[in-house]
């Protein structure tokens, strides 16, 4: 068997442990900290989100040059409608996001943007940094003062921030979050980076943003799961003042192409 064959076989079998470890490992967390303990029990609904996770996780893997061809945003200019800009979240891209993009085209949905944040392990503050600078572009191009941000994972903290600290409250419009470790997750702690530790419960940057500008989380949606498989426990996903709209038997990275996310996130930009 050829050597890049092997290779392909062992990337598949590694992503299915990871897949399958992820979850167990958060659920395990969730019966030892929820009273939901016939989570369990759900073995079909289980079954299935094990799967749509698996898959999310390898397209979202195969979707990663997609940023290079970037052919959406290539001929912008002044329009009517609110734009949106896309944040991917850790070890992402914008290529991540490329699913929810491709929606929101078919919708006919005017002055969509992404961003590809950079280094990958900065702070959250560096990040935040290079999306107001996004945001101030997009506003020139598009003569639109305001616009809307949706986000996944680390996305939404960087959102936050950003919105919190860096003035983006005045341009914000909306805010939806997808599977955003508001207040944290455990597996933070292996994480790696900057912005890896960043996401751990308690951190510096976490309590800060929960104690500063509370009445801005009303801008925000944070759509989150029960089932979540790298936010535990997984209620860390929820923001006081916001809308936190709670999605069932979904794995995180699946998020990224449920149709029942994107309805939500058609339904509320503004």
């Not at 050597?3 to 395990?28: D, R």
């Not at 590809?116 to 940094?129: G, H, Q, V």
């Not at 914000?172 to 470790?181: D, E, G, H, Y």
Request: with cysteine; proline share 4%.
């Amino acid at each position: 068997m050829p050597v890049a064959l092997l290779l392909i076989v062992f990337f598949f079998f590694l992503s299915f442990v990871w897949t399958i470890s992820a979850f167990f490992f958060a659920l395990n967390k969730k019966t030892k900290t929820s009273k939901d303990v016939k989570i369990f029990s759900k073995s079909i609904s289980l079954f299935k989100a094990i799967l749509l996770e698996y898959f999310s996780f390898l397209s979202i893997i195969l979707l990663y040059p997609v940023e290079v061809f970037n052919i959406t945003e290539k001929k912008k200019t002044h329009s009517k409608g609110i734009p949106v800009l896309l944040i991917h979240g850790y070890l992402h891209n914008s290529g991540a996001l490329f699913p929810v993009k491709i929606r929101l085209l078919m919708d006919k949905t005017p002055n969509i943007f992404s961003i590809s944040m950079k280094p990958t392990f900065a702070s959250i503050k560096e990040l935040a940094l290079s999306v107001k600078k996004k945001v101030e572009e997009i506003i020139l191009l598009t003569g639109c003062e305001r616009i809307n941000i949706v986000t996944h994972s680390m996305g939404g903290l960087v959102a936050m921030y950003y919105i919190k600290e860096l003035g983006g409250h005045s341009r914000v419009s909306r805010c939806i979050t997808m599977a955003c470790p508001h207040r944290g997750t455990d597996f933070a702690k292996i994480a790696l980076g900057k912005n890896g530790k960043e996401m751990r419960p308690g951190s510096e940057l976490l309590c800060g943003l929960e104690e500063k500008g509370k009445e801005l989380n009303r801008l925000v949606i944070s759509i989150w799961s029960d089932i979540d498989n790298m936010i535990f426990p997984q209620e860390n996903a929820l923001l006081d003042g916001a809308e936190n709209i709670k999605i069932e038997n979904l794995g995180h990275v699946a998020f990224l192409f449920s149709p029942r996310v994107y309805k939500i996130i058609k339904e509320n930009l503004i």
